[in-house]
Structures are given as C-alpha cells and as structure tokens.
C-alpha cells in the first residue's frame, strides 16, 4: 500500500462539505450491530444517504464514555461474536465498498493501547483502511506515544474538546488533534437528548476561534433541528451517533428508518 | 503608618486624656519604686514554650463590638474558674470606658489566681508600664497598630526592664513586621481589625508562618468553638487568647477546661512515630541542662573537644551530667554524649570514668577502627562542606556505612568549614541532607535554631535533629556560650510539632527507587513510571486538576490532618487495637511445618524453596475489624467527606461491591451531611442486601447498576458517567487506591493510618519492626494504607494475597497480579484481567470486595519491580481460613481478609516466590522468632449467608 494520509483525508472531506456550502456530516454505526451484516449494511446505508465521513465504534466491554443507547449496542454486537479483528475487517470490507468516504473509528483506550504504545493497533486500522482514530479517555495528556504510533502510519488522532475544558487547554488540546477536533456539546455521557444546551453556539465558536483542524460537534445531536442550530454556530462537523443506533429499532434492523434519519440529518446541514 | 482613624484610636485618644488626669504630677522615678516594689513576676514564657496551644482566658466585662457581655462579674470567681480548668494565664481588661474594665479587676484577680496576669490595656504612654507592673500584671498588651516602629520597640525595652513581658498584637503583616522588629517574645495576631472591629476568621491562620519559631505565638478573636484552637494547635501557634466566647459561657470552668483540652497535643501512636529524635548539644552550664532535661530533649552533648568554644572541663561535665540524672525522670533521662575530637584512648578512658556517659560522639578525623575502643557506644558527626551539592553525597553515603558497619550507633551530618569541627552555625544544602537522610538514617547538625528547624526536618527525612548555637544566648566576646533555656524549649517544641500534623511528610530513610514512593507529577508510578496516569474523558480533567490543585494545598495543611485525626478518633474509633494472635500462629506454623517448610533452622538444606521455618512465630493482626462500620473503608471515606467540603461541592457519588465502602460513606456523609449516592452493581446488591438496607438507613440513594456483568466494575463506570454529568456538584468518592491520578495518590494518603499505626504500636510491644507484612488485595486500599510505612524498610518483606476464585488456571480469578497482564482500566494504567482484544474479562471470587479485574497502579508497581510477594487463594482456601481463625481466636474475619489468612502458611514455607525477579534485593532468612503483621481488614459478619449459600452449592455439586 502507497503512504496513506488520513488527517488529509478527513481535512478534505470537511472542506469539500463547507465549498458546498455545509455542514459535513459524521454518522456513528457500531461495528457487529446488532450483527456483522446489519452493520454493514447500515454502514453502506449512512453513506449513500450522504456521510461525509462515517464514525465506527468499536465495541467495548467498559464503554464509560457512553450511554445507555451505546451501552447496549457495544454489549449486544460483543454477545453476538464482535472482536476487534471482525471489526476490523468490516471496516476493510466498507472501505473497499466506498473508498471516497474517510473512515474514523472510534474505542478506548486499552482497546487501542492498553499496556503498550499502541503501534500495533494504529497500523492495524491504518492497513484497514481508516483515516483517523477517536479514544473517548485519551487526552493529549496520555496520548504522547499514541500519536507517535498514528502519525508513523499517517492515522489522524482525534482528541475531545468539552464545555469544562478550560481556555487555556482548549487551544493545546486543538493544537494536538489531528484531522479535526471533537467538540462534545454537553457536560455527560453520549445519548440523544430532546434539546441541546443553550451554551453550545458560544463553545463551538470559542474552540473554532483556537483550532488549527476543522470542528465537529457530537453527544446530544439527534434532530435535523440541532444540525441546523450546530451550522448556525459556524462548526465544520456533526456527529450523531445514539439517535442512529436508536433509529435502528429495538432489534437493530430498522435500515429504513436508519436511512431517513440520515437523510434528513443530511438535508438539515445545508441551511 | 496607616490613617489614625477607628475605633481603636478613638480608644486610645482617650486613654490619653485619662492618664493626663491621672498621672497628673508623679514622676516616672515614683512610679518606677511602686513597681519594684511589687511582687515579683511571675513567668509565662516557659509555660507557652511547653507542648501545644494554651489557653490565655480573659476577663471582659464589655466590649466594642459585643457591647455588654457580663457588666456585673465577679472577676475573681471568674479568674479562678478559669484557671481550675487549667488557663495558663489570665488577662484582665484593665480599659474602662468601652470594656468596663479597671485596674482594680486586675490587682484583685491577681491576688486570687497563682497564674501570670496580662494586663489588657491600651497603653499609650510609657508611664503606664510601671502602673501596671505595680497593680501586679505579669505580662502587658501592646498595640503595634497604636505605635510607629521605634515607639513600640521602645516600649517592649522599657516592658523587659520592668520584668513586664511585652505581648506585642498585629493584626496584618506591616504591624506584624513592626512587632517582629522589637525584642518582644510574644507575638499576637488579632482576628480581629480594632480599627473597623471586623473578624477575619483565617486571618491567623495565613499569618503564622511569618512568625518565627524562637517567638511565642498568640492567637487572638474569633474562637466560635473548641475546634478553632485544635486548628491554631495544629498550624503551630503556642496560645490563645480567648475572651467573649469564655465570658459567655454558663460554666467557665467547664468551657475553659474544654478549650484547654483543644490545645494539648493529640494522642497518635502514628505521629509519634514520625517525631525526631533531638539532641541539646554543647550545654555549658546547669541551666542549660536543666532546660533540656525540662523540654525533654533525647539527648544532652558535653562537649570535651579541648580548644573548643564549648569545652569543659571533665569535672565540669562530671557535674553536669549529674545535674542531669538528678533532675530526669527516671526512664525518660536525655541520653549524655560526651563529645569529642581525637581523643586518644587514654582521654577517652578517662571521660568514660569521670562522666560516665551514654555514648561517645566522635567529631574529628578518627577511623571507624577507633570505634570498637571507645569504650562506649559511639556516635559519628561526618562533616559536610557547606558547599556540597547533590552529587557530592556518594562519598557521604559511602563514609556513613563504613561507620555504620563499625558499629557506630548513630551518624550526624554535620557542616564544616569553620575553624573548629562542628558548631560552626552554617547549615547544610537540605538537597545534600536530604539525599543522604533518604538513604541512611542520620541526625541533622550544623546551623539548626528554633525557626528553622522546622522547615528542616519537613524538607530532611533525618531521623533526629542536633542544635548547640541555636539554642543560645547571644554570644558575648570571650565568655563560654550558655543555652537560653526558652530556645532551648522552643527548638524541642518545633522540632517535635513539625511532623506531628503532616502525616506525609517522610519521617526516616526509604531507600527504595523514587517511583514505588510516590506518582509524579502526571500520577506515574513504578521505576519506569510505566503505572498509573490519567486515561478519562476529556469532560472529566478540569474536575481531576481541580481534585489534584485542592488535595496538594491539603497535602501540607495540618489543619486538614489534624481535623482527619480527630474524626478517626472521636468518630471511627482510632487508633484500631494491635492483637497478637497466638493460637492461631501456632496452628500456622505448624500447617506451614506440615506443607513441607524446614523446622530446623541452622538446617538451610531444604533446597531452593525450601528454607528454614522460624523456631517462633508471633501473629499480629492490625484490627481495621474494630473501625467504625466494621471495615478500613472509613478512613478514606471521612477524608474525602472532608475533602468534598473543601472542593465546595454539594453531592457526593460512590461505587460499591460488598457494600463496605458504600456503607462507610454513607456513614460519612450522614456526619457531615451531605446528599450521597451510592452506585452498586444489580448482582451485588443482592448479595449484600444488609449493606444495601445499611446505606439506605444512612440516607443514600442506591442505585442498582444492570449494564455489563452487573458487578464492581460496572458500578464504577456508573458512577464515572454520573461524575461526566454533574461533576460541577459532585465529588466521586473512589473506594479505593486505584482510578485517574490523583485518587491513588489521596486514597493511599488516607489509609496509610493504619501501617503508621501498626508500626507504633508493634515498636511499641516489639521494639522493632515486623519481618513480613501481609494484606489481602482486590483494588488494594487496604493493602496500600498497610503497606506504605513498610515499602522503604529494607528488612520487611511485603506480601499479597489476591483472590482465585476457582483457581487462577480455571480463568476464574480475580488474581490481577499474578493471572492479569498491563492494561488501562478506570482511569489509569495497571495490571488487570483482560483478553487479546482488550476486553475486560470478568472477575470471580466469592469475595464480592475483592471481586474487581484491577489493581491499584502502586501496588502493580511495586509487584514489578519485585518488592512484593504475591500469593491467591481460592474460594475453598478463603472459606477455610474465616472458619479457622474464628475459631482459633474469636475473631470473624471478612472474607476478603482470609485470603490473607489462608497463604500465610505457604508465605512462611516460603513456596510462593515472588514471581518477578529483578530489582529486589529483600529476600532474607527468616529469624529464629518471626514477626508477621497482618491486615485484618474487615469483619465478617456480612459475609455468612454468602459462605453458607456457597458451601450449600458445593455440596449439591458434590452430590451429582
């Protein structure tokens, strides 16, 4: 394989989004929910209806990040036989399928480091075909050998931003993520909410005024109506994750009512 | 000079006016006859100088501020109230126009009371001293806010010349310079601003440190409640003056006695343990050796080097060393050093016979082969250049051990360059002195006094501490220097104090690598500092940097320790009794002998893992047990109950598996009332239901937690996404040494009581250290508070038992150490049970607290680096022991405590290794009779239903 350029990749596929004059859309699936198919499928699906990138969760018996929606996804997708091999080749298989669209994975920490550096995980998504990397209890505090490891493989390394992240560590934290910068919207774990915090236009401008990358705004989106109050706040990004697995049904197999989320998700970025 | 404005001078313009009338035509020469011819003073330095905060208890009729208090007291039944509760002064408002006060309430309690008498006046003229001194004051009041600098000086000279001890008050830092400038003993800082009569209840608190340590500290206003004294206690100030709180009081006997009590020093085996040793060297005279011997120095230093600022004679110190035998209580006498400086055998015999002392100090250039003919112990004073810099200390290093192998019983740093050996008043780099006190254990010489040595023995982890010139006169050209007795008593109080609050302030050598110690700065520990750190969400680092900011200004807040102290006691039930298990050790011992462990000692034939038993073995179990709600858990969780009022948050969260730490905060919380939720896996609950009923009764929400396998584990990642949600409000009580830096690091803090502790009270029955320290570990809170004080004491070896569940090669376990490889769970980097993907594989054990898939990153540390014994027990072993040692001593252990219990056999037949090896060099042959400490960490009573349903499901399989 040539010298991949994730961080590249993912830069590109904000700013072709924003010369059209929106906002780039990142739906969230879960690798191997509720089974290996259905998620591929849903991947394909989230594309089609027009991901700019596509977010993969990696299953985690521990996912303390999350809430009770991707609770439940990554435990199902482990109980029906996920591993991180399957996941990986899932996401090879999808890369394969739509190679235009950058692929962002997203795990935690002793996934993708554990007791090591992590060189070996990095290359292994790399070869896979991702073109970032989102660890949901990295910081740049503890994510020195990490990126090391991704940049040697040209993997983006996407840190977090959130609303008591202070001024000053804001601006260091932006300056250490690569491909773009994650901007969690609220004070909490992952889920869909009714409405979104009144305080998200202030912080989405305040980060966006110190990041070097493109800024995507996540935890809470659930709505056409939140992505079009997110343009409004000038973000780059959307990601939306707990509605979509939620969209999916009970079950997980709802492709339809997937597909029309994403779809009006999609519609929502361009006002 | 600030404005003339306030109240105070308001007060003050009109004292003068006063005195214009009265003092109207007498001469300074009268009033200074009518002074001398007044009782003599009586002291009050000395007493202040004694150990703790004591109580100065005021007489005020009225006030500006409180208007009328009592008008009509009777100010001798009140005095006398006062000092049965045991006042060690009374100061008597001598003001009469906004205090009500007079001169008459002076001379009238000064006639019922045979304690000193402070005259609380608001002295403006310098005739007023002799009034004062005349009317039978001991000790007067001087404003520094009434008086430029050179006024007040001069009034503090014209005090002491009277026999009037000046007590100079400020009340902010330019008055306190001003009163700092004049030869005044005591200092006071007022609370309160006499000019706008506001009170800033922390105002002396900042303060005090400005204070020197050779003056005597006041504090002044604002006493709601005895625990504000416990607090001046503890932050070193040696008195308190206390007026309105006391003149309200219904009973002042009672109320006097009680603030009396406030300010004595605390009874803490722990703190004890961490107190230097102090050694008066160089006395000169019989008051010196009556000082020292008053302070209750360790030991006294005659000095009989010949041309020597010091030297006496041998007759000299033949007297003076019988002073000090006349005067000690018998079993607390100073140890007598005779110093010396290359003294041939003859002089040394000679000294020996006339002065007979304890040890001989060899201070010049002697070789450690002149040891062995000194005829007495000997002392070694190694110099150290005043130059030194870190680098320099190997030579230091390796100087101290070849004495120490000559037998040298003690070794002093010492710095030269003067023109004689020692006592030249320079003081050594602390970076120099502490390298060397963090590998061998010395006394710290050379430029020490009473203001410094407090600093010293915080930053030096020496072992004692050794002053001559810092506890003097000033010198006078050409006479022999003689110690002032009150820095003679102030250098052993600061001394003693400077530890006493700080519990983690190192108090001996702990030559060990830095890493098994302590995290640094980004919570890394091990020798690679390849453990620990902080893996969270990013939402969660300004609540762990507020967390790490708040608990570091904690860290050296005696304040904090002291209050922590006084819950563990009045509340938990500190200090946790020390049992010595005899029956049970004689049945371990001989399981141990039957599973093959060599009885003859002398034998050492028994092959590679076989050495010799001890011939004696004596068992003592450090009783956690006995703690308020049955378990060590209460230690950590009334510290971080207090540590969530400093944070200013409202609402606490806690995981719980047993139910042990959820119980012990609740019961915290219902102490300090604050609302408290307590996360607990679905399955737990279960089977702890009388802990959940517990938890309940104490007004905790429980919240069963279904997500994942519904146990520990999962309750921590519920509370974790609790703490993301609210942690504005919230401070998560972690449970135990483990989590995102800083927790390891404050719960460690926390339960390191009860190995500070044990090592007390075993130096206490034993007179040494343990040979073999044991605890049960699952996340390791209990393990890490015993262990600490042990981990730089090279000749304790450390062991730890985990849980097996089924047995470790069943893969159900919860033996993150010796069945878990390194990973990153809740937080930080450690050991932990995980498969190739990283998933996090269940624990199993029969022991819900020890039931968690992780360990603390210090413990994994310490484990890596081969500074532990790692050993498991099974569920069967476990069930075995709670049975075994409730019947061998009446004692019903925990279930995660009979891990502990179930490996010591195997631990003394020593067939569990440690694992790694490597770095450890602490493997030694047992002694003929073996000490081992054991952690008995928890009562069992919770755990009966689970055993008898356990054993009910073994025998139903058993029966298929």
Known sequence: MTARDGPGRITDAFASARAAGRLALVPYVVAGYPDEATSFRAALAAIDAGADLLEGGLPYSDPLADGATLQRASATALANGATLERSLALLERIAAARPTVPLVPMGYANQLIGGGDGAARARALADAGASGVIVADLTPDEGGPFERAARAVGLAVVYLVAPTTTAERRSWVASRSSGFLYCVSLVGVTGARASLPASVGRLVRDVRAVSPVPVAVGFGVSRPAHVRAIARTGADGVIVASALVDALGPDGTDLAGFTRLVTALRDATAS | ?960
């Open chain 2, 1 to 960: 000079m600030t404005t003339r404005t306030g109240i105070v001078h308001e007060i003050a313009a009109r004292r003068a006016a006063d005195l214009e009338r009265d003092l109207a035509g007498r001469s300074r020469t009268e009033l200074e006859r009518l002074a001398a011819a007044a009782p003599p003073p009586r002291p009050i330095a000395e007493r202040l100088a004694e150990p703790g905060l004591h109580l100065i208890a005021e007489i005020k009729r009225a006030s500006p501020s409180a208007g009328a208090i009592a008008a009509d007291t009777d100010p001798i039944a009140r005095a006398r109230a006062y000092e049965a509760g045991g006042a060690a002064a009374i100061s008597v408002l001598c003001e009469p126009h906004w205090f009500g006060g007079s001169v008459d309430d002076l001379v009238a309690v000064r006639g019922a009371v045979s304690v000193p008498v402070v005259a609380k006046e608001f002295v403006v003229d310098r005739r007023q001293l002799p009034l004062l001194r005349a009317a039978g004051a001991d000790v007067v009041l001087l404003l520094a806010v009434l008086h430029p600098a050179r006024r007040l000086a001069s009034l503090v000279r014209a005090a002491l010349d009277l026999g009037l001890e000046p007590l100079v008050e400020a009340h902010d830092a330019g008055e306190l310079e001003r009163a700092l400038a004049t030869d005044a003993r005591l200092v006071g800082v007022n609370n309160r601003d006499l000019r706008t009569l506001e009170v800033d209840p922390e105002r002396a608190v900042r303060l005090r440190d400005a204070i020197p340590g050779d003056r005597l500290a006041v504090a002044e206003s604002g006493v709601r409640d005895a625990a504000v004294l416990a607090g001046w206690r503890a932050v070193g100030y040696d008195a308190a003056l206390v007026g309105e709180a006391l003149m309200r009081s219904p009973d002042p006997r009672a109320t006097a006695a009680s603030f009396v009590a406030a300010g004595r020093m605390p009874a803490d085996p722990a703190a004890s343990d961490r107190v230097p040793f102090v050694k008066i060297c160089g006395v000169t005279d019989e008051a010196g050796a009556l000082a020292a011997v008053r302070a209750g120095a360790d030991a006294i230093g005659l000095n009989l080097a010949p041309g020597t600022p010091r030297e006496l004679s041998l007759a000299e110190a033949a007297g003076l060393a019988a002073v000090v035998r006349a005067a000690a209580t018998p079993g607390h006498r100073p140890q007598i050093v005779a110093i010396t400086v290359d003294a041939d055998a003859e002089a040394l015999r000679a000294i020996v016979a006339a002065v007979d002392p304890d040890a001989i100090q060899l201070h010049g250039d002697e070789s450690p082969g002149q040891a062995a003919a000194a005829g007495r112990p000997v002392w070694r004073a190694i110099r150290v250049p005043v130059g030194a810099t870190p680098d320099d200390v190997g030579p230091i290093l390796d100087e101290a051990s070849v004495w120490s192998a000559a037998g040298a019983e003690r070794i002093l740093l010492d710095a030269s360059g003067g023109p004689h050996p020692g006592g030249t008043g320079r003081r050594i780099d602390p970076a120099v002195a502490a390298a060397v006190a963090r590998e061998v254990p010395v006394l710290l010489a050379g430029g020490l006094d009473p203001t410094s040595v407090s600093d010293a023995v915080l930053a030096v982890p020496a072992i004692g501490v050794d002053v001559a010139g810092g506890a003097e006169r000033p010198r006078e050209p050409g006479v022999r220097p003689v110690k002032d007795p009150l820095r003679v008593a102030l250098f052993v109080k600061r001394a003693r104090a400077a530890r006493w609050d700080r519990p983690q302030s190192p108090a001996r050598p702990t030559p060990v690598p830095a890493g098994l110690l302590e995290a640094d700065a980004t919570g890394r520990w091990g020798i690679d500092r390849a453990f620990g750190g902080r893996y969270v969400p990013e939402t969660l680092v300004a609540a762990l940097v507020q967390l790490e900011d708040a608990y570091a200004a904690v860290r050296d807040d005696p304040r904090f320790w002291s209050e922590f102290r006084e819950l563990l006691g009045r509340f938990a039930g500190r200090p946790t009794p020390l049992y010595r298990a005899d029956r049970w050790a004689a049945d371990a011992l001989a399981r141990a002998r039957a599973s093959g462990g060599s009885a003859d000692h002398r034998a050492g034939d028994g092959g590679a893992d076989r050495e010799p038993l001890p011939s004696r073995l004596r068992v003592y179990l450090k009783r956690e047990d006995l703690a308020h709600t049955g378990a060590h858990k209460i230690n950590n969780a009334l510290g971080q109950a207090l540590l969530t009022r400093r944070l200013g948050k409202t609402r606490v969260i806690a995981e719980t598996g047993a139910g042990q730490h959820g119980v012990a905060t609740a019961t915290a919380c219902a102490l300090l009332g604050i609302p408290c939720v307590v996360y607990m896996g679905a399955e737990d609950v279960e089977r702890q239901a009388p802990n959940v009923s517990r938890m309940r009764s104490l007004g905790a929400e429980v919240i069963p937690v279904t997500s994942g396998s519904a146990t520990l584990k999962d309750a921590i990642n519920e509370a974790m996404r609790d703490w993301v949600t609210n942690v504005a409000t919230t401070h998560y009580v972690l449970g135990s040494a483990m989590g995102p830096h800083p927790y390891p690091t404050i719960v460690r803090d926390l339960q390191r009581v009860i190995g500070d502790e044990a090592a007390a009270q075993l130096a206490f029955v034993e007179g040494r250290l343990p040979d073999l320290v044991l605890a049960c570990v699952g996340g390791g809170s209990n393990a890490i508070g015993l262990l600490s004080r042990f981990i730089g004491e090279p000749s304790v070896r450390l062991a730890l038992a985990e849980a097996a569940g089924d047995g470790i090669p069943t893969g159900r376990h919860a033996a993150a150490l010796l069945g878990g490889s390194p990973g990153i769970l809740h937080g930080a980097r450690s050991l932990m049970l995980q498969d190739a993907d990283g998933q996090v594989v269940e624990a199993h054990s029969l022991s819900a607290g020890l039931d968690y898939p992780g360990v603390g990153p210090q413990i994994a540390a310490l484990y890596e680096a081969g500074r532990l014994e790692v050993a498991a027990a099974t569920d069967a072993e476990a069930v075995e022991a709670v049975e075994w040692v409730t019947r061998t001593e009446g004692i019903l252990p925990a279930l995660e405590t009979a891990h502990a219990f179930a490996v010591l056999p195997r631990l003394l037949a020593r067939t569990d290794r440690p694992a790694q090896d490597g770095w450890s060099p602490f493997i030694a042959p047992w002694p003929e009779e073996a000490i081992v400490l054991v952690g008995l960490s928890g009562r069992g009573d919770k755990d009966l239903a689970a055993i008898a349903r356990w054993e009910a499901a073994v025998a139903a399989g058993a029966a298929r």
